[in-house]
């Protein structure tokens, strides 16, 4: 199959996928429970998505997200394959948190704030809190719903102690109002593709970073990295493979980089119990280096356990509460969620999320993967199908888990930069277009949907 047929094919199919999964529900009468019975809207719900249809033709963020949507597709894009390296990554930078802030600004203010004040989010627990100590050695005991009326609220019980605890460090250094907060979430969560165009250029596919940098910089999951907390397990996640790849390059030196890569992962995991698959992608990331046969991965995995353990230490074991929230996951709302919906309208879900210049990109990524097995592929080619595949494995583990049935397109947001990736084997006349269509589709989701996030 040549690549633009595969291309095409990704995204008519992707396009029957995500039609079927917004419309379905509504004209068969399917009750997929979207939403949990203490949060039901009057509003028409817009299943896969975890909100509602609230068509807004014009906010004060409006103006701002075209002018950076134009102006990257037209301009970065063209300028990104001969700029300097530092240059470069500054600009994705900056494209990436102004586009992060206009799409929520279409709301105005309450775009960055209403999220993170939510009684179920982190932050009001987080202002409660005085005591560190005592918070690590209760916290398994109240995660399930036996624990009430002391029992976690959903996203903190949903997700180790990390997570909650950096929100007690913004509260504790004057950032933990709801708009303080919310601007720190997104100026951390934009920061993932910088982790992804270091770690390429450390694999020495610098190639394929500048082909990548506008599309990460501008992809509809920008609506979503906005306020979302998962924006700041994603970006833990990306430095800390970042790390990795720093770690692979051939000298004594680079190997140093072992520690804080495994150290950073090592948070990652107390943020999420999901965050252990990506594992997977950090394997990855040691094939496409080369470094198996170095010291680079048992350090990596040894420093990992430095943090796991010290929670441990202090109260909070990860193996402990990972059945605990299981069984409350189950008591809750997940078992009126029927699989035969979500496991297909998860990924519609994310095929939003990601924009439909992946649909095209994974598609052309699946016909290389037995030209990765017979090692035909060049250098950039084998990186791109190494780690974005590896990705799609995680999310395809992720989906079959059920544990993560509705509202993916915040919880898989750590897993999008890596699955971007595939752009890079488009062919270049696919691109300009491509990057267009991801432009408008992040504009459309931001003023046509209620997305809660």
């Known amino acids: 199959m040549t690549t633009s047929r595969a291309a095409w094919t990704g995204v008519v199919l992707t396009a029957l996928l995500v039609v079927a999964a917004f419309t379905l529900p509504h004209l068969l009468d399917w009750e997929v429970n979207t939403r949990a019975p203490r949060s039901q809207v009057d509003e028409v719900l817009s299943p ?19 002018a950076l949507g134009l102006g990257g597709w037209w301009w970065v894009a063209r300028w990104a394959p001969g700029a300097g390296w ?20 279409v709301d105005g203010p309450d775009g960055l704030s209403r999220v993170l004040g939510n009684p179920v989010e982190y932050l009001p627990t987080a202002r409660e809190v005085d005591d560190v100590g005592l918070l690590l050695r209760e916290y398994v005991e109240r995660i399930s719903y036996d624990a009430a009326p002391r029992n976690w609220p ?3 019980a949903g997700h180790p102690p990390l997570m909650l605890l950096f929100f007690v460090g913004l509260v504790q250094v004057g950032l933990g109002g709801d708009l303080a907060a919310g601007v720190v979430v997104t100026v951390v969560g ?63 030196r680079a190997r140093l980089w072992s520690v804080p890569a495994g150290l950073v992962l090592g948070c990652a995991v107390l943020m999420s119990y999901g965050m252990p698959l990506v594992g997977l992608v950090a394997l990855a990331v040691i094939t496409v280096g080369g470094a198996w ?24 074991a990860w193996w402990e509460a990972y059945p605990v929230l299981h069984d409350r996951y189950w008591e809750g709302i997940a078992a009126d969620r029927p699989a035969w919906y979500w496991l297909w309208g998860n990924l519609a879900a994310l095929a939003v999320v990601v924009g439909p210049m992946l649909w095209a990109g994974l598609a052309v990524l699946l016909t290389r993967v037995r ?4 090692r035909t592929l060049d250098a950039e080619q084998r990186a791109v199908v190494l780690l974005a595949g590896a990705m799609l494995l995680v999310v395809l583990a992720a989906d079959a888990s059920r544990m ?50």
């Not at 807004?56 to 701002?64: A, E, I, K, R, Y």
């Not at 680079?296 to 109260?315: C, D």
């Not at 030209?371 to 017979?374: N, P, Q």
């Open 48 to 66: 896969p998505f975890h909100g509602w249809w609230a068509p807004q033709w014009f906010g004060p963020g409006t103006l701002p997200a075209l």
């Open 404 to 453: 993560s049935k509705s509202e993916v397109e915040r919880i898989w947001i750590p897993f999008v930069p890596w699955l971007t990736l595939s752009v890079a084997l488009l062919p270049a006349r696919w691109r300009s277009p491509a990057l267009l269509a991801q432009v408008v589709t992040a504009l459309l989701v931001q003023h046509l949907l209620y997305t809660t996030w």
């Open 371 to 374: 030209a990765l097995a017979r």
């Open 86 to 105: 530092r240059p470069l990554l500054l600009a994705t930078y900056l494209l990436a948190v102004g586009w992060c802030l206009s799409l929520a600004l």
């Open 293 to 316: 046969r170095t010291s680079v991965l048992p350090v990596a995995v040894a420093a990992a356990w430095v943090p796991v353990l010290g929670f441990a230490a202090a109260g909070f």
């Open 190 to 252: 934009a920061s993932m593709p910088v982790a992804v165009l270091i770690t390429l250029r450390a694999l020495g596919v610098e190639g394929v970073a500048r082909r990548v940098a506008v599309p990460l910089a501008l992809s509809p999951a920008a609506v979503f990295v906005a306020v979302s907390a998962d924006a700041v397990i994603g970006a833990v996640v990306a430095w800390g493979l970042a790390c990795l790849a720093l770690a692979t390059r051939s000298t004594p």
């Open 154 to 156: 959903t996203h903190v």
